[in-house]
T-cell receptor
Framework: GENVEQHPSTLSVQEGDSAVIKCTYS??????FPWYKQELGKRPQLIID?????GEKKDQRIAVTLNKTAKHFSLHITETQPEDSAVYFC????????????FGKGTMLLVSP | KAGVTQTPRYLIKTRGQQVTLSCSPI?????VSWYQQTPGQGLQFLFE???????NKGNFPGRFSGRQFSNSRSEMNVSTLELGDSALYLC??????????????FGPGTRLTVL
């Protein structure tokens, strides 16, 4: 089955800096890669996703890149703000007809003012 | 549209008991997946239901079961509770049109504590 590794487990940045979270996956059949943000005590919320036919996708301060050859994808947050502080999860799913997501272990991002 | 809802939000049970959790998906969503979230193991897939049928199952013991009703609402049941079952149980719904690749939206979760 799919295995997703996520790094780093914690990341501390100063407000205004950029943050990068990296994930690798094992199943070459995976072709949908969402990122979720989970604030303390709240539900995971989808913030951006990318599909295998796209190499990069941007949404304001957030971008995701995908390298299918190397089986890794990354989340980039620019101009970080304190409200970006949360746990971020990457996930992968193969095009098998299921909606099953395999998640990375999460990255706790702390943005200091 | 109302989001995914889960009831109850909090549960305290003792070892050996059983528990039933409920999930109501976003209106029109036909797929419901369940995940267990713990500090040590992160988010782990339990099972997915679509059109009242279990379509996929994660690596959990048979004590974990579920079902889906004709209105797409889903329940999961855990029998003979163990201390290690303490976790946040999240359900997620998606449209699931065609073969996968549909965004999943999570409910607020049910926090289960087993004493």
């Amino acid at each position: 089955g799919e295995n997703v590794e996520q790094h780093p487990s914690t990341l501390s940045v100063q407000e205004g800096d950029s943050a990068v979270i990296k994930c690798t996956y094992s199943d070459s059949a995976s072709n949908y890669f969402p990122w979720y943000k989970q604030e303390l005590g709240k539900r995971p919320q989808l913030i951006i996703d990318i599909r295998s036919n796209v190499g990069e996708k941007k949404d304001q301060r957030i971008a995701v890149t995908l390298n299918k050859t190397a089986k890794h994808f990354s989340l980039h947050i620019t101009e970080t703000q304190p409200e970006d502080s949360a746990v971020y999860f990457c996930a992968a799913t193969p095009n098998s007809g299921y909606s099953t997501l395999t998640f990375g272990k999460g990255t706790m991002l702390l943005v200091s003012p | 549209k109302a989001g995914v809802t889960q009831t109850p939000r909090y549960l305290i049970k003792t070892r050996g008991q059983q528990v039933t959790l409920s999930c109501s998906p976003i209106s029109g969503h036909r797929s419901v997946s369940w995940y267990q979230q713990t500090p040590g193991q992160g988010l782990q897939f339990l099972f997915e239901y679509f059109s009242e049928t279990q379509r996929n199952k994660g690596n959990f013991p048979g004590r974990f079961s579920g079902r889906q009703f004709s209105n797409s609402r889903s329940e999961m049941n855990v029998s003979t509770l163990e201390l290690g079952d303490s976790a946040l149980y999240l359900c997620a719904s998606s449209l699931r049109v065609g073969r996968g690749l549909n965004e999943q939206f999570f409910g607020p979760g049910t926090r289960l504590t087993v004493l």
